[in-house]
């Protein structure tokens, strides 16, 4: 079928599909859209005459990568400021912006925002589409949904209490453009005066803020640390819980009855552990951080072995869990136990899905959006090559390519190279 289209084949690499297998061949995608994917010589319309051939003398490509868990304006500060100030949104914008570019470069074509202020994850949305920046596909929040007091209250909370109160706060985040609902189950290591043990929203607030959310075809996640905070989100309805620190064996059972899934955020956790006091974390966060991580280790096997679904987050934005490191997290997936082809499932096809987009991306098909990443090095044999952004060698977002590292080519907003190239579509760096 013509179109005014060049196809780009990517040929001679090792094709992890994002559905299990892997094989040596080549993927073919053309507009926005893959268009064959398979094994041996290009073949068929990827072998057409005209086709742009990029022989990737055995790189990896695996579907692009999605983070279920950031917080784009948060800069991986000691002690996150508030953004609570007309300049400080400002600046947060601009800071969301090369968080985003950060994300890019690292392998995600696709991330969850959790949490932000002021219209800022909006505003980046927005920026994005009038070619002011390049972002990865972006699943927004806006606020998050706190019990008055409760975790976040400070940052990027809005307080409710009482059904009706979270319905209507649901309701407004949605009217923003939100694409999840987040909840506040329990207390926050970040939040001095909040327990982490201790359940916030109620069942029927948070009940009544998913039926929101799933009513408008949209999805809602529950932060949530303590075992009590874990089951009352399961039972809520929520598409995923994050942390999950806490979980024993009924929040697993009740996880696996209603479906849940835990995104397990453990590079924020570490992160906080291993920089502590030293490095200017508040003394009350890393006293949380440090009496969790044993239970979060023990509880992520216990539901990885019982068989919990699970999704890729890091809580990228908090202290010291930098944008740009996010595939840590599949280091961390492995060491307790995952396989990595375990780890780029649940990073890529098991996101997708809990995120609803898996029509569209999270695994290499033919008419998917042509979302991938090439990596010099077999993830397969050692993981930690996909944490090293230098091995991350382009970026592939609905067809374009954002990320060439060999060429030193980054994609900038197309009215950003216009102002500086006259008209070009891409500024060279480097
Ligand atoms: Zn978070």
Not at 31 to 54: L, M
Not at 75 to 101: E, F, H, I, Y
Not at 105 to 131: E, H, K, M, N, Y
Not at 138 to 154: D, E, F, K, P
Request: hydrophobic share 45%; proline share 3%.
């Amino acid at each position: 079928m013509p179109t005014s289209h060049t196809s780009t084949v990517l040929a001679n690499g090792r094709i992890v599909d994002g559905r299990g297998a892997v094989f040596t061949g080549y993927v073919a995608f053309e507009g926005a859209h893959i268009q064959a994917v398979g094994e041996g010589e290009p073949a068929g319309a990827a072998a057409r005459s005209g086709a742009r051939v990029v022989d990737l003398g055995g790189r990896t490509v695996l579907p692009g990568l999605i983070d279920c868990h950031v917080h784009l304006s948060m800069d991986a500060l000691a002690a996150p400021v508030a953004l609570d100030t007309p300049q400080a949104q400002l600046v947060g914008l601009m800071t969301a912006s090369k968080n985003a570019l950060a994300s890019l470069g690292s392998g995600l074509t696709t991330v969850r925002d959790c949490g932000t202020p002021g219209g800022i994850d909006f505003a980046l949305r927005q920026a994005a589409a009038d070619g002011l920046c390049v972002t990865p596909r972006l699943v927004l929040s806006g606020r998050a949904l706190c019990m008055t007091g409760g975790h976040g209250w400070q940052l990027l909370g809005v307080e409710v209490d009482g059904a009706d109160a979270a319905r209507r706060a649901a309701r407004a985040q949605l009217k923003a453009g939100a694409d999840n609902v987040k909840l506040i189950a329990t207390g926050g290591i970040l939040t001095q005066g909040t327990e982490i043990g201790s359940p916030q929203l109620t069942v029927d607030e948070m009940r009544a803020a998913v039926e929101e959310a799933h009513k408008a075809g949209k999805i809602a996640a529950a932060h949530a640390h303590g075992a009590q905070g874990i089951k009352n989100a399961a039972v809520a309805g929520v598409d995923s819980v994050e942390h999950g620190y806490f979980v024993d064996a009924e929040g697993i059972a009740l996880m696996l009855e209603h479906g849940t899934t835990l995104v397990a955020t453990s590079a924020a956790v570490r992160n906080v552990v291993r920089q502590g006091t030293a490095a200017g974390i508040p003394a009350h966060s890393v006293a949380k951080a440090q009496s969790a991580i044993d239970a979060h280790v023990a509880g992520f096997k216990a539901a990885h072995k019982a068989g919990v679904r699970l999704a890729m987050g890091t809580d990228s934005g908090v202290p010291f869990t930098h944008h740009g490191n996010n595939l840590d997290e599949l280091v961390y997936l492995v060491e307790m136990g995952l396989t990595p082809m375990e780890a780029i499932l649940v990073a890529t096809r098991d996101s997708a899905a809990m995120l609803k987009l898996d029509g569209r991306v999270g695994t290499l098909e033919a008419d998917k959006l042509a979302d991938l990443v090439v990596v010099d090095g077999d993830p397969l044999t050692d993981i930690a090559v996909l944490r090293d952004p230098q091995r991350i060698r382009r970026v592939v977002l609905n067809g374009r390519t954002v990320v060439d590292r060999d060429a030193s080519r980054f994609v900038v907003g197309s009215a950003f190279a216009g102002a500086l190239a006259g008209g070009a579509a891409e500024v060279v760096a480097g």
